[in-house]
Each structure stands twice: as C-alpha cells, then as structure tokens.
C-alpha cells in the first residue's frame, strides 16, 4: 500500500519533493522517484510484502517499462509463476514486480488479470506512453487534472518552462493537486448540487473541485506526445450484466446446497489471500453479518493454522465501534461474537458529539470531498485505534451492495417479481419480508398524516442554484435486483464508501483490505438465480445459508442494517445548539446554496420532533466546513470559538482599561468568568469573581493603589436574563405573522440586532401584547417622516429595548438565543450590593459603591438597575467603547475604579 503521485509533459523536482510530504501518511516507510523530462513518478511505501526488497519505483530487466503503484494483487504468486514459466527473471518477492514483467507479457490487457486492489502509473519507455489504472471497484483512489498553459519554475538548474494543454499531475489523493499551484482552485458547483439534491457522490469522474477528475473503476487513461485516450481494460460489469440477463435460465438449476458451499469455499479462499502479509493484520468488526463473518472465517484459519493466517499472530485483533445506550449500538452482537470466537483481542472505540466536533477539521481534511453523513467519522475512529496495533485492517465492505443488503433493495425485487408476472412468489416474499416492510410503512404513514415531515431538498436551496441545474438527474433502476446491484457496485454506492475506508485508513497508515470485493466470489454469485441474494424475505440468502456453522444466531438473523455509522439522530439533538449556531453564522448565510430561513426553519422542526433528516443536515453542514477548510482559509470549528485568554489585568482586544470621563479617569476591569446558565445564583458568581479579582490586585504592585479607590462592579445584564430564565433558545419561539413583518422593517445590525429579528420581536409581543406593539410601531413610522425618533421604545416600555437576539459573534448560548431583559434589576442590583458587601472584608468593603446592571454593546448603552448612587448617565459614559467586549471575550463582569 502506497501513496503515488507524478506528472506528464513537464519536470518540477521541486514540487514532486512537496506532494511527497504531503503524502507521507500513506507511505511512512520510504518514498521513491523516476524522473525525466517528460515523466516524473513518485511513490511513498507502506511496506506490507517483501518489505526488504520492494521499493518503488521498479523496472523491468532492461530499464523501458517502470511501475509506481498503490495497492496489492493477491493473486501474484500464480501470475508470477506463469511469468517466470514464460522466461521473465525476478528481482523482488513483490507483487509490484509481477505488474511490470505481466506488462511486457500481456500489454494493457495484463491489468483484467490482477485480483485485488491497485491504483498505478506505468511508462512504457520504447512507446513513449504513461498508463493510469485503476482497479475493478475502484478500491483504490486516483486523481488528475489537465494543467493549463502557463509558467512555472521546474528545479534549481532548469530555466523556466512552459507546461502544455495536455500536461497532467496525477495522485493518490486530491491536496496535493490543488495545492500544487498548477491548476485554479475551485468549487465545482455541479457536484455540490447533485450532493446536495440527489445525496449522491463520488458516482461520477468528476470531484467536488473543479478540473481535478478521478478514474472510475476499471478505467485506464493512455498518455502520450498525441495526447490521451481513456478506456476500461476489463468487461467484467458487461460480464455481470451478461449473466443477469441469462437469471431466468438459472433459475431452480443450481443446488441450493451445492452453491452454498461454493460460495462459502470461494469467500474462505478470498480471505486467506487478503490474510498475506509481513505486517500484523486485523479485522474491523461492526457486529453486522458482514464483518462477523470474516472475523469468523479469520478465526476458523488461525485454528487450523494455515500458512496465511500466520499475519494475524497468536491471537486475532478487532476493532469496534460501539455506543452504549444508543438505538445504534451493536455491542451486544459484538460481545455475542467474541464471546462464541474466544480467542480475540477486541479493540473497542467510544465516539462521542463532542469529541467528533474537535476533530471534525481533520476529519474532513482527510476525507477531502464532503460524505453522505457522519457515519465515517465511525470508521476514522476505529482506524485510529486500530494503527496502534496493525498495518493491516480486513473490512466487510462490499457485501451490502454484492447481496442486497439495504432497505431499498427489498421493493427493487418485489416489482421484478411483479413485472415478471410471479404473483405467487411476490406474496410469499411480501410475508417473508413484513417485519422489515411493516415499518417501513409505519413511517411512510407517520409522514403521510403530518407527524414526520420529510424535508425536501429542493426547499432549502437557493432558486437560481437549483434553476442552473434544472436539467440534472439521477435515475436508477428500481425493477431488476441483480443490475440495480451492478448499478451500487460500480456508480451509485460503494464507490463513495471505498472512498471513506481508504481515506480513513491510510490517514492512520493502514492498509484496508475487503475480502468481498473478490471478482471470483462475484462473478460466482451473479451466476446463481436471485434468490440466492432475496429469499423468503431475507436478504443476503446465500452467506446467512453458508454460515450456519460459522456465525451466531443472533447476528446471522438480524434484520437491522446498522454497520459503522454514528447514532446521528441522537448526536444532532444533544449538539442541535451548536449546530444551529453554524446554520446562522455569516458565511452560511453568504453562500449561493441555501435558503437560509428554510434551513433554520426545517432544523427547528427536527429539534421539535417533526423531521428526522439528519442526513440533510449534515450535507450542508458538511459542506459549510468543507468550503471554510479548502476555501475560506479558516478553521471549521462548530462550537462557538473560545476567546485566547488574556491577562487578568489586561483590556479586552481593541478595548482600554482607562476612560477620561470630563477629566476624571476610571480604570475598568473586564473579568473573566463560566458560561452563565439558566438557575445559576448570580449573587454567588459576583461574590465568586468579585473576590477572587480583589485579591489578585491586593498582589499587582502596579495596580495596588487603586484599593484606596471607591470601586463598583457592572454585570452584563444577559447574564442576569440567563439566570433567571429569560433568556429562550430560538426555536423555542414561533414567530407569528406580525413577528415576521414587523421585524423586517427593523435596521438590523451585527452588533445589537434588537428587534430586528422575528424571535426578539415575539419576545416583544408576548411582553407588552400585539396591539401596543402595533400602535408604537405605527406611531414610530409616522413621526419619522417628521424627523422624530425614538418613540417605539417610548411607547412600547423601557424594557423592550433590552431585547436581545443571537448574533454569530457572541459566546454560546448567546448565539443560538434571544433574551427579555432581566425582571426587576432594580431590586436584583439591590440585592447583588447587599449580598457581595456582606463578603468582603473592612478594607475592600470601605471604599465599595455598588453593583450596577447594564445593557452595553458597541452601539449604545442603557443602565437599567444602580445601587452606586452614581447617575446612569456617567455610568453610561464610562460604558460608551464597551470595555465588556462584543464578541466572545466572556467577561460579563467588569470591576471599576475612579483612578
């Protein structure tokens, strides 16, 4: 397994040195070069066979063929030994080096011949030709793109030199192309929006970057002086599709019996050649009927103790994902499992929300391109762990879209039986298959009567997006089993989750291996009739048939398909704050894509139980990160961005700690406390704060003076709303029609959107009622036209130009939330005094003043409680640059001295 990279028609000694870095995750254990002036090829190893001798790039004996390839051919023992019979000489034990010698041998036909994995780059010398291929199912990754005529400096001893229209970089994966200064970086729209309306990726030579391509499986790009030519080197989806059409002549002609143990044979065989390796080898272990089974079979080989399985040690390792009380756990089938297998080392990982939005940047710069949901981050987890222990991961990938193993497959076979006209068979399926068609029925009937809404996507998006690619599609087919399987094999499904498991592994410098993905096994299993795959309302029929010895009860007939995914329903509601926080963010609401008011509109009744599509949601969140990672330059953080903390004698940014106020200086302290929260005692977090300051200062030399000083303290008066439960997250609101209007008359600005949002203005109707609402505001409008201002608030009550609403720059919850103004802080400011006086000693108690409840952002100030006997007006002076701080400084207290 490796990371591969090179260029066609240009030399850059320099820029290839870069992209070898930037790849030394997949190949930690040595890199390689082949350069000339018309080919560079570069390899970065992870040594898996002939560790010793296999370095790449290798070559053929007399140096014109030359091979950089990623991935392993597991049948190169016997391709070997054909080459060697046929009078080719070996230097390596690699399977590397079967590749080159099989290219003399065969030409381009060689590549249909290999079982496995591989990505590769071959130039043939004589020909003058650079070959790109890929494997069968695309298990392996490989990208280009076409550079464009201009500049570039190729290394220290050349001149400058100008790079053709038919010019290619090529790699393993996609960073090292876009930042290779070679192309112009940017998003491809097209894609987005087939993500984004079709939930479909990764079906289509295209990326998510436009210009940079991929090859799709089985597909081989030729290059050379004329320019380039691509083609698939193998029939074998015509092969599958062949034999598909010949099913109604096979069907009741092969031994149920017989084809069970077949298969059974050729899986077992398939496993025992992923087993080879010089590296430890392990097995991911979900709990499904997939993964079960190959750590079974694994198990069953290292008991008899086959040669292959010596790679796995003494005892077999598994790596599992597991969430406790979660409706997606699989624990219990993995316990069940390890219990009836014993001798196994099991390797359990926890994800959890919180962990999975700190590491959400790497994450996704990993994956590179946006995914369907957040199931990989599973997957990224298990990886991780697994690195500390293996080089080598077996995976139960494939078998789903091999044997029908989703939902959706089930109504692909009942409406070929009925279109075949097979009435009796479609009624016995029917009964076979109720449990699993009962609910879905059950929540087709909960969204037909308006319980549970689906969530179009065309809604949230934008109407000129959506008008652009009005003449886009995906279409499937939906009446034939076996070539809707073809269709996920190959386009449709797999080739998104080979992505996710390469990406994930090699980020941890682990090769993946997945031991279904074996044409033999398929080309095997396409030959028998349907139901093999469906039979008797279960799926996958012939590896639950074959595995009766093998697999537990409990898992070989399961119904529910769970695998490697994350309880994403559950997450989103425990993190539906920060989540929503992103949905309002400035940059969300910028990009050309969403309906924003949709989206939030939409998420509000997912918080509220009336929609359940979290893969929706994460799409745009997926992408929203995606855009700040690879274009906007800044990190793709959910939660609400902590401030750096600052000296506790220190202003906040771009703030003083001194203010002349008509000649006289006041020194104000910003403090730094805990978030807030809904029942928390303020008077102890004054007293807390207030204290522990003091007796800081009492230590500052430079500040020390000031105890001889009368002194007051100044709490934020959101803090105080928090507290006492006035402060509503925004979807706890429902702005009403006049809400909506009212509000988007209203000047709205980033630093104190008062009512110029539906929720703070509801908050304002339910506090004082619609028709003062209405009146002030009419009154407000009329006046306006002759030059007077400020009679809404006259009207409508002093403390309705306290309410607050979210802005994106505030701390959490502050962002997500909109606030009446604290009741009673007259009283409340009262209380805090007598409180906070009661703690302090005689010295610090001499020269105290008071507490002071303020309204204050960058726009205005509004004192609304003062036990100081100060007048408002000065305090509102010493307030008016806002020493608290606008955004997420967190420092809702602020002590103050008269210096």
């Not at 397994?1 to 000694?13: K, L, S, T, V, W």
């Not at 050729?266 to 750590?295: M, W």
């Not at 409508?796 to 997500?816: C, F, H, K, Q």
Request: net charge positive; charged share 25%; aromatic share 12%.
């Amino acid at each position: 397994m490796c990371g591969i990279a090179g260029f066609y028609g240009f030399r850059n000694d320099n820029l290839i040195k870069k992209i070898s870095k930037e790849l030394q995750h997949r190949g930690p254990d040595g890199e390689g070069y082949a350069i000339d002036d018309t080919v560079t090829l570069l390899n970065r190893r992870l040594a898996i066979i002939d560790r010793k001798g296999g370095d790449q790039p290798i070559y053929n004996e007399e140096k014109t063929d030359v091979i950089d390839y990623n991935g392993e051919i597991y049948n190169y023992r016997e391709l070997r030994a054909a080459l060697e019979k046929a009078g080719h000489q070996f230097t390596t034990h690699s399977d590397t080096e079967v590749i080159v010698h099989g290219y003399e041998e065969w030409g381009e036909a060689s590549f249909d011949r290999y079982n496995g994995m591989f990505a590769l780059a071959l130039y043939d010398k004589k020909k003058e030709k650079l070959i790109l291929a890929r494997d069968h199912f695309g298990i392996k990754p490989l990208y280009y793109s076409f550079t464009k005529t201009h500049v570039i400096a190729s290394n220290a001893k050349q001149s400058q030199q100008e790079i053709a229209d038919n010019t290619i970089i090529f790699s393993s994966e996609i960073k090292p192309i876009i930042q290779s200064g070679l192309i112009l970086k940017e998003p491809n729209d097209r894609i987005i929006y087939r993500y984004l309306m079709y939930r479909v990726h990764d079906d289509q030579e295209e990326t998510f970057f436009k210009g940079v391509y991929k090859l799709m499986p089985g597909q081989m790009m030729i290059l050379d002086k004329k320019g380039f030519e691509k083609k698939y080197f193998s029939d074998f989806r015509e092969e599958l599709l062949r034999l598909t059409s010949e099913v109604e002549e096979r069907s009741g002609k092969t031994s149920e019996v017989n084809a069970g143990k077949e298969f059974k044979d050729k899986l077992i065989e398939a496993i025992k050649l992923r087993l080879i390796s010089e590296v430890p080898v392990g097995t991911c272990l979900s709990g499904g009927l997939d993964s079960s089974t190959v750590a079974s079979i694994v198990n069953k080989l290292l008991k008899e103790k086959v040669a292959e399985a010596s790679s796995v040690g003494k005892h077999q390792n598994t790596f599992s994902a597991v969430f406790p009380q979660s409706s997606n756990d699989e624990e219990r089938y993995v316990d069940t499992l390890l219990k009836q297998l014993k001798n196994v080392r099991s390797h359990k990982v926890y994800p959890k929300p919180e962990e999975f939005f700190q590491e959400l940047e790497d994450f996704i710069r990993t994956q590179e391109e946006p995914t369907i949901s957040t199931g990989p981050y599973a997957q990224y987890k298990v990886m991780q762990e697994a690195h500390k222990y293996v080089t080598v991961l077996l995976d139960g990938q494939g078998a789903d879209e091999m044997m029908a193993g989703y939902l959706p497959y089930y109504f692909v076979y009942l409406n070929q039986i009925k279109k075949r006209g097979k009435y009796f068979l479609l009624l016995k399926e029917i009964v076979g298959a109720k449990d699993v068609l009962l609910k879905y029925a059950f929540r087709r009937l909960l969204t037909d009567l308006g319980i549970r809404k689906d969530v179009p996507a065309r809604q949230l998006l934008q109407d000129e997006f959506v008008k652009q690619y009005a003449n886009e599609n995906f279409t499937i087919t939906n009446d034939n089993l076996k070539q809707r399987l073809i269709e996920d094999i190959f386009h449709n499904s797999l080739p998104s989750l080979l992505r996710y498991e390469d990406k994930n592994s090699m980020r941890f410098s682990i090769e993946g291996r997945v031991p279904f993905l074996d044409f033999n096994l398929l080309h095997f299993l396409f030959q028998l009739p349907d139901e093999a795959i469906i039979k008797d309302g279960w799926n996958k029929a012939i590896l639950r048939q074959s595995t009766t010895d093998l697999i537990p009860e409990l898992i070989r007939r399961r119904r529910n398909k769970i695998g490697f995914t994350t309880p994403e329903y559950e997450w989103f509601l425990r993190m539906k704050n920060r989540i929503y926080s992103l949905f309002l963010t400035e940059s969300f609401t910028n990009r050309k894509y969403f309906k924003q008011s949709e989206v939030l509109k939409a998420f509000e009744e997912f918080i509220k139980g009336k929609n359940d599509d979290t893969m929706m949601f994460w799409r745009m969140l997926n992408l929203e990160f995606w855009f700040q990672i690879f274009f906007d330059q800044a990190s793709a953080k959910v939660t609400a961005g902590k401030a750096k903390r600052r000296s506790i004698f220190s202003p906040n940014p771009q703030k003083e700690l001194k203010i002349n106020i008509d000649g006289k200086v006041y020194v104000r302290f910003p403090v730094h406390t805990d978030v807030i929260q809904k029942g928390d005692v303020v008077s102890r977090k004054v007293i807390k704060y207030t204290n522990g300051f003091l007796n800081q200062l009492l230590i500052k030399s430079n500040f020390r003076r000031l105890h001889s000083k009368e002194w007051f303290v100044v709490l934020s008066e959101k803090i105080v709303a928090i507290a006492q439960g006035r402060s509503y997250f925004i979807w706890d609101i429902n702005p009403g029609f006049w809400a909506k209007t009212l509000a988007s008359f209203v000047t709205k600005t980033p630093y104190g959107i008062g009512l110029g949002s539906p929720w703070t203005m509801q908050l304002a109707i339910n506090e004082v009622g619609t028709v003062r609402i209405l009146f002030a505001a009419t009154v407000a409008s009329i006046a306006k036209l002759f030059g007077a201002k400020g009679l809404f608030y006259t009207i409508a009550g002093g403390n309705i130009r306290a309410i607050d609403g979210p802005t994106e720059y505030s701390l959490y919850p502050s962002n997500v939330s909109a606030k009446l103004p604290p009741k009673n802080p007259k009283k409340v400011a009262k209380i805090l005094h007598e409180e906070l006086a009661k703690s302090l000693s005689k010295t610090k108690l001499r020269n105290f003043k008071g507490v002071v409840i303020i309204d204050a952002n960058d726009l205005g100030r509004n004192v609304l409680g003062n036990s100081t006997g100060y007048k408002n007006e000065l305090i509102e002076n010493i307030f008016r640059d806002n020493p608290m701080g606008q955004a997420n400084e967190q420092t809702p207290i602020v002590i103050v001295f008269s210096g």
